[in-house]
């Protein structure tokens, strides 16, 4: 769930933990090789205003573009911004020279509403649930056929809780709406991505807990790069307006680009004494069998461990508080299950599949702070006590039997 980002009056000293050494990909081109598509679901209260300032941002990224692009965007709200009846498609267009839709870039104090109002009403739908499988499916194949080019990659915001049944009146991915009936499985909506008939080249979370193992393995064929969050993503979500160039590059290099982006706008935010925390992952979807298949080994090694009620209480742990049990970091989990020392095959794995990770390590509210030398740039799920229900939805992602888990006899019933 997004948090309130609010101004504090004190400035804080920060530290930040990133890597950005790995090679990237390939050089740009005159036109943007691909067209960004944003899915935005935002008829919940709690983060509608800062889901539409998002749509803002993008526009002052496109802005910055130096060649022509095209962002096309779904937006789906409870009425109260855009003058519009239902969920429509907006499209922005930039030359590359300065000009959006056909104009001259509106002045740095424009406000939100001047920005949307310059876009582009390419479709409106009746009112629909976003987070219907069937309505996604369509409405991903309409943006796809506006799309000027081949190449596609996809921006999703909304409330998210990793794989989960159930949290904060959420299901995995958005809320369209009030109520769990109004929400998305993870399943779900890679399968509507599939159903549309494309492979992204990637998949940007601009929601909450979605860095984790088993999201990253749901989506391992529908995309080639994930740009995730192990944690709480604040309201402002990602600063698209300082590197949304970055995704229309097409590269390794670009993603790291905006995750680095990031990382580097929530360092500032608090140094200038904001609420600031944060992590970002650049996840290679081909590497994520490879990793899954060395967690199985040490799941099964340890099973007997792990399903005596494993005391995790010294583990990187990811969640406001550390009390949702929704996330442990993955590699500080192998690393303790193996005596102190991380597992080889784990860790060779991990450097082919997360390409970046970032995070702060001071943050505030403090228990948002993350230990740089625990943070491996995924989370995954422990089976607890305490989390019965959780536990037996477990069951029933493919994660549960990919990683081994399916192994494990659990000294208690769920």
């Excluded at 109260?80 to 922005?92: C, F, K, Q, S």
């Excluded at 369509?138 to 506006?146: F, R």
């Excluded at 009936?181 to 979370?205: C, H, P, V």
């Excluded at 899954?292 to 792990?306: F, P, Y």
């Amino acid at each position: 769930m997004k948090k309130l980002f609010l101004l504090l009056t004190f400035v804080s000293l920060f530290t930040a933990c990133s890597n950005n050494d790995e090679p990237g990909g390939g050089g740009k081109t005159e036109n943007a090789p691909l067209t960004v598509m944003a899915y935005f679901v935002a008829d919940a209260n709690s983060i509608e205003d800062d889901i539409f300032r998002n749509v803002a941002a993008m526009y002052d990224g496109m802005a910055l573009m130096k060649k022509p692009a095209t962002l096309l965007v779904y937006w789906d709200g409870s009425g109260a911004y855009g003058n519009w009846d239902g969920p429509v498609i907006l499209r922005y267009t930039t030359d590359g020279k300065g000009k959006i839709n056909g104009q001259k870039q509106l002045p740095s104090d424009a406000t939100v509403d001047e920005v949307v109002e310059l876009a582009e009403v390419v479709k409106e739908y009746p009112s629909q649930l976003s987070t219907d499988k069937a309505v996604m499916v369509q409405v991903l194949k309409d943006m796809i056929g506006l799309s000027p080019t081949e190449r596609v990659g996809l921006v999703a915001a909304s409330h998210g809780s990793a794989w989960t049944n159930s949290i904060f009146m959420s299901r995995s991915f958005g809320q369209d709406g009030k109520g769990t009936d109004n929400t998305m499985l993870i399943e779900d909506m890679a399968d509507a991505m599939k159903q549309s008939g494309k492979k992204y080249d990637f998949l940007l979370f601009d929601a909450c807990f979605m860095g984790t193992a088993e999201v990253c393995y749901d989506f391992r064929e529908v995309t080639d790069y994930q740009i995730v969050s192990v944690m709480e993503v604040p309201a402002y979500g990602f600063p698209y307006e300082n590197a949304l160039d970055g995704l229309y590059e097409g590269t390794v290099n670009g993603y790291k680009k905006i995750c680095q982006a990031y990382i580097d706008f929530y360092v500032d935010s608090y140094e200038s004494g904001s609420y600031a925390w944060g992590t970002i992952s650049l996840i290679d979807s081909k590497g994520m069998q490879g990793l899954t298949d060395a967690v199985k080994a040490e799941i099964i090694e340890h099973k007997d461990v792990l399903g005596n009620r494993f005391d995790a209480s010294n583990i990187q742990e990811y969640g406001k508080q550390a009390g949702y049990g929704i996330a442990y970091d993955l590699g500080h989990t192998m690393k303790v299950l193996n005596g102190g020392t991380m597992p080889q095959a784990v860790a060779d794995q991990l450097g082919k599949t997360v390409l970046y990770k970032g995070c702060l390590e001071n943050a505030s509210p403090s228990n948002y702070g993350v230990n740089a030398a625990n943070f491996c740039g995924l989370g995954l799920y422990i089976p607890m006590p305490n989390y019965n229900n959780w536990n037996r939805f477990f069951k029933t992602i493919d994660w549960y039997t990919a990683a081994g888990w399916n192994e494990v006899t659990f000294s208690w019933d769920f």
